[in-house]
């Protein structure tokens, strides 16, 4: 089946550790995007990429990082930089950034 | 900055009756307006979106209306269903920049 897929889906990990969240789609889509979403809150946009080796910072960058070597992929590391890490995070595909955006299942870090 | 204003935050109606919820955009450039329903620990869905060249779409009961004058966008359901219950988030496309912006999402509450 075509989709996006997010693992894992649960993810705990100890202050001061760097992690990396994973993010592959099979939709054949040039644009990915990570978003973070907080209880009750929208969903901010972290980072994304219109095209393969090619990415830029949206609004809430800082303590993350990506590499786009793969048109499939997209992967998020959290840095120990990241003062709040704890939270839901989204990734997203789509052909171009004015048409459907398609979500993964979202991967809820938990930073102790 | 650039971004989408979305209200109200939270919404409860009686079945049967209508909803709508309402969205405004600062950028003038944007061109694509989608709306996703997600569901508790799930990823969000497209249930309709709309394009700059067209003032209003329906598909059942969900319709999206656009007034790129007053940079708003409204969504409306109508008939509401147990089902339609959970959180709805609009978004816009910033022209310039190329990048997908979420309003701050409404959680809808449909009263049996």
């Known amino acids: 089946d075509g989709g996006i897929t997010q693992s894992p889906k649960y993810l705990f990990r100890k202050e001061g550790q760097n992690v990396t969240l994973s993010c592959e789609q099979n939709?054949?889509?040039?644009?990915m995007y990570w978003y973070r979403q907080d209880p009750g809150q929208g969903l901010r946009l972290i980072y994304y990429?219109?095209?393969?080796?090619?990415?830029q910072k949206g609004d809430i960058a800082e303590g993350y990082s990506v590499s786009r070597e793969k048109k499939e992929s997209f992967p998020l590391t959290v840095t120990s930089a990241q003062k709040n890490p704890t939270a839901f995070y989204l990734c997203?595909?789509?052909?171009?950034?004015?048409?459907?955006?398609?979500f993964g299942q979202g991967t809820r870090l938990t930073v102790v | 900055g650039e971004n989408v204003e979305q209200h109200p935050s939270t919404l409860s109606v009686q079945e049967g009756d209508s909803a709508v919820i309402k969205c405004t955009y600062s950028d003038s450039a944007s061109n694509y307006f989608p709306w996703y329903k997600q569901e508790l620990g799930k990823g969000p869905q497209l249930i309709i979106d709309?394009?700059?060249?067209?003032g209003e779409k329906k598909d059942q009961r969900i319709a999206v209306t656009l007034n790129k004058t007053a940079k708003h966008f409204s969504l409306h359901i109508t008939e509401t269903q147990p089902e339609d219950s959970a959180v709805y988030f609009c978004a816009a496309t910033l022209g310039g920049a190329q990048k997908l912006v979420f309003g701050q999402g409404t959680r809808l509450t449909i009263n049996p």
């Open positions: 709309i394009r700059s060249n067209v």
């Open positions: 990429s219109q095209i393969v080796n090619d990415f």
């Open positions: 997203a595909s789509s052909r171009d950034v004015n048409t459907e955006a398609f």
């Open positions: 939709l054949n889509h040039d644009a």
